[in-house]
């Protein structure tokens, strides 16, 4: 490992251990009341004894009085704040120590979004290139529909997916589907936007050095245009695919959906089970980084290849 | 320090200058001594990689030497540098485009601390030292690359600074734009009297400007020759057709070439 | 069925406007690049008129545009009211807390080495992950009301806008430091006089991205509890109650209030970075 890269390394590691510090320090006074409730109710002297007094004090001054109370704020069943450890101990039995198929089990529910995820990634991205490319061959399309392409950018179209799900619901369409949809139209759109800049991105000098072969417009495609626009496509497809992620975890919202992280975080929310939320939070975010991750390194092997990038 | 009137500027000894690189410690500077005096013009010459760049950013205390010693007016460099001692061109113009070119020459200005009716003043004198009246207002991409650089020599002078460092200044210019701009160099030197430090890859263009011309080359970056130039302080363009002048480019030629038989 | 045959003529008439439009004399004029999407746009809600007519496509399934624009007319107040709890109240806020803060901690990331090679990384990571999901808990930590909803804004914009922000205020080239360096311009000098300005295209950028991310998070986290006020709220409760046409006009309020909130933040860079290559056009 190179210098700089030691040196980065080490940092990252030290602003990770300063965030855990933080939130173990977070959690004290986010969960004392409720420790001192749980506490009063064992036996346990408090300070002050009534819980109607606590509720007007700050939770700093009460941290203080009843500094004996500190170690159970990290230890409770449904914590404001669940500490690091809890939610690590969450995520490691619900995945490696219960069976994928289980309706406990968090690898099934991740599963359950990742499978809509790429459904709807797979045909939001196939219809977006090819859009683009019509964009880019005809001149009426790229007049009438790019405009409205680039604006959808600015708008929460997320707010259709509770629409979406119960219309397709209504016509019996249920599972999977309604999700991939909403997953393929966020992913859509920067795709196509995305595909229209690469597919434009050849300088005219080298456009018309393929003017001087006398090439057809395929050949340009093909040969010029399509590589041209990799870089773009790549850049674009990582935001998609966190969009359509984040479409497939909202379409779980609505339905009252059984299975799936958006599933999970609702239930949690419902119960007041802060752990669970926790963790199909982390889920949900370790999918997102792998899924983005994947498409970087598929990303560097074609460009590598293809002689774009180094 | 004073001998005859005049006053040494710029003084090197020794001067040593490492730099240590992935692929090693880079000799950037070995052994150089130089003094420069008030008013003189003096064109450093050399390959890329002589270490011509190198002192000049020394001198600006944009670089650290890493052994001899190194004088700007008596000081050390950074001490040169905090009391602003010097002017600096970039290769590049290097303005502002979000800044008019008045406000682009006021910004050191601004720095400086100078007040409002004393920067509207400079900004006046310096645009018509460099022969750009009517083009305060303009913003640089709205000039061409000729223009921006003459604007941005007007920003290294805006100021009181008597000694002016250029770096390559003309170098992406082509040839008859910067003919003229050299002309102009020149007459604005005679007017100000400062003391130049030009580095240039171009002998006519150092022979044609300068009062000394010091002749560098690379691996390790060194002086190789330092030549006093015989020519006459009033320099029409014609000159370089002169017997002189062919001489003194031969001399330089011959020094570039010596510095590269080193090998 | 009469009605899908117009549906069918409109769109061939509205394809041969645009197409006459596209190969005509004056396709690259303002006007024909503000009346071709615009002819899209209509003959598209032309045909869904007809089509949902023509067919009988059921209200709960497809409501027509002209349903939608009468209950869209029939609920401003309401439709008011949910905008100013969702966009003004809670995107709003949150946005200006969530970039201003990042705003400021970008600078600290930006003077202090250490910081930018710690905190960037994890901020680069963060910018890319779900971040919506944090909802349910800002929910219950903030309450039911309009500060959770900005909390949640605050969470998802602060990343991204760091991230544009740090690589803005180092976007001004060595040379353009070395210069200050010549003035010996102190820190705080080069940084309004420099490096600020140098940032700003990178700092609307970021901006940009914040408006609709601002949006997202405020509506869909009223999806996780809200008082019976706002535009997810509204969304949420009209699906279950299968008033669709209520749905469509948060709908359109919610790409009127993105397409505003978004132009508004583009005219103002427009303003400042009138010099930037990208806007000189």
């Known amino acids: 490992m190179s210098n700089g890269a030691f040196k980065a390394f080490w940092a990252v590691l030290t602003v990770l251990a300063i965030i855990v510090a933080f939130w173990y320090a977070a959690c004290i006074p986010m969960n004392i009341k409720g420790v001192l409730t749980e506490q009063e109710r064992a036996g346990a002297v408090v300070q002050p004894p009534s819980a109607k007094d606590r509720r007007d004090l700050s939770e700093f001054g009460l941290v203080l009085t009843n500094s004996f109370a500190i170690p159970a704020t990290w230890d409770q069943d449904r914590p404001r704040l669940p500490a690091p450890h809890q939610v690590a101990v969450e995520m490691w ?58 604006v959808s950018q600015t708008i929460p179209i997320i707010a259709l997916a509770p629409m979406i799900i119960v219309v397709l619901y209504s016509v019996g369409i249920q599972g999977i589907i ?32 393929l003017r001087t072969y006398n090439a057809s417009r395929a050949q340009g495609f093909w040969k010029l245009r399509l590589p041209a626009s990799l870089p773009y496509l790549f850049t674009s497809l990582k935001i998609g695919i966190a969009a359509s992620l984040v479409g497939a975890i909202v379409g779980e919202l609505p339905t009252g959906a059984v299975a799936g992280l958006g599933a999970r975080l609702l239930a949690g929310s419902y119960y007041g089970q802060t752990v669970q939320i926790w963790s199909a939070l982390f889920a949900a975010a370790l999918l997102a980084a792998s899924l983005v991750g994947l498409l970087g390194l598929v990303e560097r092997k074609v460009l590598k290849r293809m002689g774009v990038a180094q | 320090m004073t001998t005859q009137g005049t006053t040494t500027v710029i003084e090197a000894k020794a001067l040593d200058l490492t730099f240590q690189t992935n692929d090693g410690p880079i000799h950037a500077l070995k052994d150089v001594n130089l003094t420069v005096d ?15 760049t190198t002192f000049l950013r020394c001198v600006a205390a944009l670089e650290a030497p890493t052994g001899g010693t190194l004088t700007v007016n008596g000081m050390t460099p950074d001490e040169a540098r905090r009391n602003r001692a010097y002017g600096y061109v ?85 040839e008859i734009v910067r003919d003229h701009l050299n002309e102009q160099l020149l007459a604005l030197w005679a007017r100000t009297e400062k003391t130049i430090g ?20 690379p691996r390790p970056g060194r002086i190789t020759d330092v030549i006093d130039s015989p020519l006459p302080k009033e320099r029409p363009l014609d000159i370089r057709d002169s017997q002189e002048f062919i001489e003194v480019a031969h001399r330089v030629r011959e020094g570039l070439r010596a510095g590269h038989a080193d090998e | 069925m009469i009605l899908v045959l117009f549906a069918f003529l409109l769109w061939l008439l509205g394809w041969w406007v645009n197409g006459r439009l596209a190969s005509g004399p004056y396709a690259d004029t ?67 807390i969530g970039c201003g803060a990042a ?20 901020g680069n990571f963060v910018a890319a992950l779900p971040i919506v999901g944090t909802a349910p808990i800002l929910v219950m930590w903030f309450g039911f009301d309009w500060h959770s909803k900005a909390a949640v804004v605050v969470v998802m914009v602060f990343f991204p806008m760091l991230v544009n922000t740090v690589a803005g205020l180092r976007e001004a080239t060595a040379m353009q430091r070395d210069l200050m360096e010549t003035y010996a311009a102190s820190y705080w000098q080069s940084f ?44 949420s409760t009209s699906v279950g109650q299968l008033s669709l046409d209520m749905v469509w006009a948060e709908i359109v309020v919610a790409a009127l209030a993105g397409t505003a909130f978004y132009g508004l933040v583009a005219m103002v860079e427009k303003a400042v970075t009138f010099w930037h290559p990208s806007q000189r056009g």
């Open chain 2, 90 to 174: 970039f290769q590049a113009a290097g303005l502002y485009p979000w800044r008019t070119i008045a406000k682009n020459i006021k910004l050191p200005l601004e720095i400086m601390g100078y007040s409002a009716a004393e920067q509207d003043e400079r900004v006046r004198n310096v645009l018509e030292l460099v022969d750009l009246e009517g083009f305060g207002g303009k913003f640089p991409w709205q000039l061409s690359g000729g223009m921006q650089q003459r604007a941005s020599i007007a920003r290294a002078l805006a100021f009181d600074a008597d000694i002016l460092l250029m770096d390559e200044p003309f170098g992406a210019l082509d």
């Open chain 3, 30 to 96: 303002r006007m024909v690049r503000f009346l071709a999407p615009l002819i899209f746009g209509l003959t598209i809600i032309g045909i869904w008129e007809l089509v949902v007519r023509g067919l009988e496509v059921s209200l709960v399934i497809l409501p027509a545009p002209s349903l939608i624009a009468v209950r869209f007319a029939d609920s401003l107040s309401v439709l008011w009211a949910d905008f100013v709890q969702t966009i003004i109240k809670g995107a709003f806020s949150g946005y200006i």
């Open chain 3, 192 to 235: 309004l006089k420099l490096r600020l300005p140098a940032a700003m295209p990178f700092i609307f950028n970021g901006l940009k991205i914040s408006t609709t991310l601002a949006l997202i998070g405020a509506i869909v986290a009223e999806f996780f509890g809200s008082p019976t006020l706002g535009m997810g709220f509204r969304i």
């Open chain 2, 38 to 52: 008030k008013g003189e013009f003096v064109s450093f010459i050399g390959p890329s990689g002589c270490g011509k």
């Open chain 1, 178 to 209: 309604p999700k991939a949809v909403i997953s393929a139209y966020l992913s859509f759109f920067p795709v196509v936007v995305g595909m229209v800049k690469g597919l434009r991105s050849p300088d005219a000098m080298q456009l018309d050095l």
């Open chain 2, 198 to 217: 030009f580095v240039t890859h171009s002998i006519p263009e150092a022979v044609y400007l300068s009062t000394k011309i010091v002749v560098m080359s």
């Open chain 1, 93 to 150: 039995e619900t995945t490696v120590q219960k069976k994928i198929t289980s309706k406990r089990s968090l690898v099934y529910h991740a599963w359950v979004t990742l499978s809509a995820t790429m459904l709807g990634f797979a045909i939001g991205t196939g219809l977006g290139i090819v859009l683009a490319v019509g964009i880019v061959h005809s001149r009426v399309m790229d007049l009438s529909v790019m405009p409205w392409a680039i």
């Open chain 3, 103 to 122: 705003f400021l901690t970008a600078i600290a990331v930006d003077r202090w080495e250490f910081l930018r090679l710690g905190l960037l990384p994890v």
